[in-house]
């Protein structure tokens, strides 16, 4: 069974910066890319960015290219999402949850941790 705890949220101003994190545990983790998932109020849950364990490749969704960088700690089964240059219309709750894979960033797991809130005022 694997367990996704998201944590870095938190209010900021636009033009800031956040740094999420992610803490992912279960025998199969490592087997499929990870993501990081964001749904705004009133939204659909969208796909933000991902990345492979084994070689670190990433997606990223075009809005966000160039401000947000996904990482990924393979000791510590850890991957991160930092957001710079932040806009209003990135505030959401962001998620993170496996992939399918990166050619098809659809989430795997049914279940979905509690989320972390990130707020940008303008």
């Known amino acids: 069974q694997v367990q996704l705890v998201e944590s870095g949220g938190g209010l900021v101003q636009a033009g800031g910066s956040l740094r999420l994190s992610c803490r992912a545990s279960g025998r199969t983790v490592k087997n499929y890319p990870m993501g990081w998932f964001r749904q705004a109020p009133g939204k659909e849950r969208e796909f933000v960015a991902g990345?492979?364990?084994?070689?670190?490749?990433?997606d990223y969704l075009d809005s966000v290219k160039g401000r947000f960088r996904i990482s990924r700690d393979n000791v510590a089964n850890t991957v991160y999402l930092q957001m710079n240059s932040l806009e209003p219309e990135d505030t959401a709750v962001y998620y993170c949850?496996?992939?399918?894979?990166?050619?098809?960033?659809?989430?795997?797991?049914?279940?979905w941790g509690q989320g972390t809130q990130v707020t940008v005022s303008s």
């Open positions: 990345i492979r364990w084994r070689d670190g490749t990433t």
């Open positions: 949850n496996g992939l399918v894979s990166l050619g098809d960033p659809k989430p795997l797991y049914d279940s």
